[in-house]
């Protein structure tokens, strides 16, 4: 893809300053990294453009474009995040940083124990600004899509990741759109056979109902200028994939109990438009008992809104009415990217966590915010300690550093690599004999950072622990099991010293 290409697929307009900085990005993440190749045998740079025109595409700007195409740098190329900081200023790079950071967040199928709702939290708490979990859902759509030229059991660990992890998350920020693809590829590359016919079932499904979507659209669209409503958008979707298997399954296969295969979308500019379209669709088609959901005046806990409403459309058919304004369509597709459509960036814990008093809020944001805060507290009530973790104090208390394999392991703020090493196993803190941070040798009192990978030298001949660690130990679990292991060897006697 070219710059020029890449410009086409801004959802807002650019201007001049904001096409500068998108240009600039474009031509160091190019030359950084050239003659890089992907496993697809396309340029790596390829994958960069395509991160960034997703982002542009729901609606995202010129610095986290930028900050898209930088993306893999750091990482990946001999050029370093300073020079990007140099370049492009702080808030470009830090948005990259956040990014490299998450980068070594990997789940590890392996594990049985993996509390996923937890993971998806701590990857959320993990990235202090919205528009990295952002970046990096663009950037695993990309990967997704391009997954076939994986090895088989890697495309599964990633699609596994992608479905319980990333898809999840995407839905918690109400990004319909993202979700709905990711979901669709993982299901691809997870269940081969029930996508293939799911695939071809709703295909045969649209087919026999086009003619059907046809003449509601064309009838409904007559009937609403008729009543001087303006539409913005009329026009038919088909069910995601995954979704409409779930919900086959759910009817015994059956797949005339499922009613929403088809949906028609009717766009009116106002909320008043929506229920006087509402009252003429009733008009023109027998609604069905009970499938009336009015999502506007009590929107889905994502920050959903619309109508919906089931009818026994012209030729007899049950189909689904969609009914929603231009804003809440984009907030149905973009989620919390929409807000980016419609204000100026501010980081979602401002918006969460009331960061800015309520008369700054523009008051079309409002229910933005609302949704957020009903969201914290819905992470509240499932889990006290996570919802602890989502405080605006959070980074203030806790980190969450690496093993080289990109296991989380979960600290205070100031530990050590004592506390580290003996976190990731007694065995190993015994062992200690040193400690790289990022690849450099630090310190055994070194203060662990916020998204380090840590690794821990260990030697055979080095059995007992040193007493001093007592001291450089944060952890009082730690501290515990280094007193258990002194005693057990007869270097410290029963009685515990006070520190
Ligand atoms: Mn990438």
Known sequence: MTLDELYTHYKNPLNARQKQLIAEAFEFAKAAHAGQKRKTGEDYFDHSVETAAILAEIGMRSKTTAAALLHDVPEDTKVTLEEIRKKFGDETANLVDGITKLGKFKLRGDKKEIQLENLRKIFLAMAEDIRVVLI??????????????????????I???????????????????????????????????????AKDLLNKEFRERKKDVDI?????????????????????????IYRFFLKLKKHDMDVSRVYDVVAIRVIVPEIADCYEALGIVHKKYRPLVGRIKDYISLPKPNGYRSIHTTVFGPLGKIIEIQIRTPRMHDEAEFGIAAHWIYSSAKTWRDYIFRRYSPEEIPQQEL??????????????????EFMQGLRIDFFQNHIFAFTPKGDIINLPEDATPIDFAYAVHSEIGSRTTGAKADGKLVALDYKIKN??????????????????????????????RIRAQLRKAGIMVGTVRKE
């Open 216 to 240: 509601t659209i064309k009838e409904l669209r007559e009937g609403l200028v008729g009543n001087n409503i303006k539409v913005t958008d009329i026009h038919g979707r088909t069910k995601q």
């Open 451 to 480: 998204g380090q990978v840590i690794e821990i030298l260990t030697s055979k001949d080095h059995k007992n622990p040193n007493q001093d660690w007592i001291r450089i130990a944060r952890t009082s679990y730690a501290r515990g």
């Open 367 to 384: 229910q933005w915010v609302k949704q957020l805060r009903e969201w914290q507290k819905e992470l509240g009530a499932d889990d006290q």
């Open 136 to 157: 990096k859902l663009a950037d695993r759509l990309h990967n997704m899509r391009t997954l076939h030229a994986l090895p088989p059991d890697k495309r599964e660990r």
């Open 159 to 197: 699609a596994w990741e992608t479905r319980e992890i990333f898809a999840p998350i995407a839905n918690r920020l109400g990004i319909g759109e993202i979700k709905g693809e990711l979901e669709d590829l993982s299901f691809r590359y997870l269940d081969p056979k029930n996508y293939e016919l």
